[in-house]
Nanobody, 126 residues
Framework: QVQLVESGGGLVQAGGSLRLSCVASGRTFGRWPMGWFRQAPGKEREFVAFISASGDNTYYADSVKGRFTISRDNAKNTVYLQMNSLKPEDTAVYYC???????????????????WGQGTQVTVSS
């Protein structure tokens, strides 16, 4: 069974930075694309960023492009989300997820991901 455990969330002022981590266990991490999503109160879960299994390809939501960076260390079974220039509208619970296929595809859809972490809260104050 795959387990994903996020960490690194917290309270930060607008303009600040946070780095989220997600450690995976249960199957060969380096074979599977990964994504980050977020969910604000009263809103649907939304796509944030995607990284291919090798790390060569990344995609971002327009709302975070240029501010957030997704990366991975396959030797450590870990995917990261570096968040800079944070805004109050970035406040949400952030989830990492492992894609259903080794090749990715429809990366922004929650239905494309088989496993999810428990989430970590990010709060950005104005």
């Amino acid at each position: 069974q795959v387990q994903l455990v996020e960490s690194g969330g917290g309270l930060v002022q607008a303009g600040g930075s946070l780095r989220l981590s997600c450690v995976a266990s249960g199957r060969t991490f380096g074979r599977w694309p990964m994504g980050w999503f977020r969910q604000a109160p009263g809103k649907e879960r939304e796509f944030v960023a995607f990284i291919s299994a090798s790390g060569d390809n990344t995609y971002y939501a327009d709302s975070v492009k240029g501010r957030f960076t997704i990366s991975r260390d396959n030797a450590k079974n870990t995917v990261y989300l570096q968040m800079n220039s944070l805004k109050p509208e970035d406040t949400a619970v952030y989830y990492c997820a492992q894609h259903k296929t080794m090749y990715g595809g429809n990366v922004a859809a929650t239905a494309s991901y088989a496993y999810w972490g428990q989430g970590t809260q990010v709060t950005v104050s104005s």
